[in-house]
């Protein structure tokens, strides 16, 4: 069974630091590729970056591109979205979902996790 388990949400103030995992399990981990999407109160989903686990390309879009991270740790099956100088306007629900190459196009993506609430105010 195919599981991916978002963790690491928090309410964090602007300027902070966040970083959130995705668990995987059920998955050849090292032939998969995982995106983060994020949806913000009254707004579509959004996807915002990617990896491919088997030769660690990645891609973040503009809106967060120096500030946000991904990478993904083969021993622990997990990929991480690290999330620096946050703002207001990065308050969402942020999913990881699998998929067989890097991209942030949702439908490509064919299982994806329950979701972790980020948060960020002062």
């Known amino acids: 069974q195919v599981q991916l388990v978002e963790s690491g949400g928090d309410l964090v103030q602007p300027g902070g630091s966040l970083r959130l995992s995705c668990a995987v399990t059920?998955?050849?981990?090292?032939?998969?590729?995982i995106g983060w999407f994020r949806q913000a109160p009254g707004k579509e989903r959004e996807g915002i970056a990617c990896?491919?686990?088997?030769?660690?390309?990645?891609f973040t879009i503009d809106s967060v591109k120096g500030r946000f991270s991904v990478s993904g740790d083969r021993a622990k099956n997990t990929v991480y979205l690290q999330m620096m100088d946050v703002k207001p306007e990065d308050t969402a629900i942020y999913y990881c979902?699998?998929?067989?190459?890097?991209?942030?196009?949702?439908?490509?993506?064919?299982?994806w996790g329950q979701g972790t609430q980020v948060t960020v105010s002062s």
């Open positions: 979902a699998s998929a067989a190459l890097c991209t942030i196009v949702a439908a490509y993506h064919n299982h």
């Open positions: 059920g998955l050849n981990f090292r032939y998969t590729s």
């Open positions: 990896i491919s686990i088997n030769d660690g390309s990645t």
